[in-house]
């Protein structure tokens, strides 16, 4: 199968402060990771697409300066909240795509809650 | 960019049939997938359909219509661990082959 990690699965942090979120791809080589947010009783709505090797790509309304996005490696990806907002609390999810594939593998998720 | 619906929530009894429906519109369609997400949990991946018809895979079966942009599925033989959120997902060529999810329908499974 294709696993997908995410480290930490919760946090809390005060406002002001920055939070790393890890996204590994355990079992293959994950050309593409992409990065969602979902608010209580909503859907995912993607913030970013990150390719090894090159800058992130973010959708509109989303805060690069904010939302820091590496992808360091093929297996691992990384998303920083940068000086964190109660309204930032949110599940943040990664997902991984093989290149070539269709299908998206999605890590558990990481609840931030901002106090 | 793409506009997909499906109802909100939906509601049945153990071993009864559910089906969901999902619209979209899109300018480039490239793929519906329809995943599963239990509460505080990530979405899994249930079915995917890129040509017209019928996907079985057990309990579950997605159908697809681009003509009519529209896709169901279909959970039988409901079990109470059934009870989640389905969201439909659409993948766009136009839109760098990203997906689109739906708002999700909470299926409720009653004893």
Same mark, same amino acid.
């Given at each position: 199968?294709?696993v997908?990690?995410?480290?930490?699965?919760?946090?809390?942090?005060?406002?002001?402060?920055?939070?790393?979120?890890e996204?590994? @791809? =355990?079992?293959?080589? %994950? *050309?593409?990771?992409?990065?969602?947010?979902?608010?209580?009783? &909503? @859907? =995912?709505?993607?913030? %970013? *697409?990150?390719?090894?090797?090159?800058?992130?790509?973010?959708? &509109?309304?989303?805060?690069?300066?904010?939302?820091?996005?590496?992808?360091?490696?093929?297996?691992?990806?990384?998303?920083?909240?940068?000086?964190?907002?109660?309204e930032d609390?949110?599940?943040?999810?990664?997902?991984?795509?093989?290149?070539?594939?269709?299908e998206?593998?999605?890590?558990?998720?990481?609840?931030?809650?901002?106090? | 960019?793409?506009?997909?619906?499906q109802?909100?929530?939906?509601?049945?009894?153990?071993?009864?049939?559910?089906?969901?429906?999902?619209?979209?519109?899109?300018?480039?369609f490239?793929?519906l997938?329809?995943?599963q997400?239990?509460?505080?949990?990530?979405?899994?991946?249930?079915?995917?359909?890129?040509?017209?018809?019928?996907e079985?895979?057990?309990?579950?079966?997605s159908?697809?219509?681009?003509?009519?942009?529209?896709?169901?599925?279909?959970?039988?033989?409901?079990?109470?661990?059934?009870?989640a959120?389905?969201?439909?997902?659409?993948?766009d060529?136009?839109n760098?082959?990203?997906?689109?999810?739906?708002?999700?329908?909470?299926?409720?499974?009653?004893?």
């Amino acid at each position: 199968g294709a696993v997908v990690s995410q480290h930490p699965s919760r946090v809390i942090c005060k406002s002001g402060t920055s939070v790393k979120i890890e996204c590994r @791809s =355990l079992d293959f080589q %994950a *050309t593409t990771m992409f990065w969602y947010r979902q608010f209580p009783k &909503q @859907s =995912l709505m993607l913030m %970013a *697409t990150s390719n090894e090797g090159s800058k992130a790509t973010y959708e &509109q309304g989303v805060e690069k300066d904010k939302f820091l996005i590496n992808h360091a490696s093929l297996t691992l990806s990384t998303l920083t909240v940068t000086s964190a907002h109660p309204e930032d609390s949110s599940f943040y999810i990664c997902s991984a795509r093989r290149d070539g594939a269709y299908e998206q593998y999605f890590g558990p998720g990481t609840r931030l809650t901002v106090t | 960019g793409q506009n997909i619906d499906q109802p909100t929530e939906m509601t049945a009894t153990e071993g009864a049939i559910v089906q969901i429906n999902c619209t979209y519109q899109t300018s480039g369609f490239n793929g519906l997938f329809w995943y599963q997400q239990h509460a505080g949990e990530a979405p899994t991946f249930l079915s995917y359909n890129v040509l017209d018809g019928l996907e079985e895979k057990g309990r579950f079966s997605s159908f697809l219509s681009r003509s009519k942009g529209y896709s169901y599925l279909l959970l039988k033989e409901l079990q109470m661990k059934d009870s989640a959120s389905y969201l439909c997902a659409v993948r766009d060529w136009s839109n760098d082959y990203k997906l689109s999810f739906g708002a999700g329908t909470t299926v409720t499974v009653r004893a």
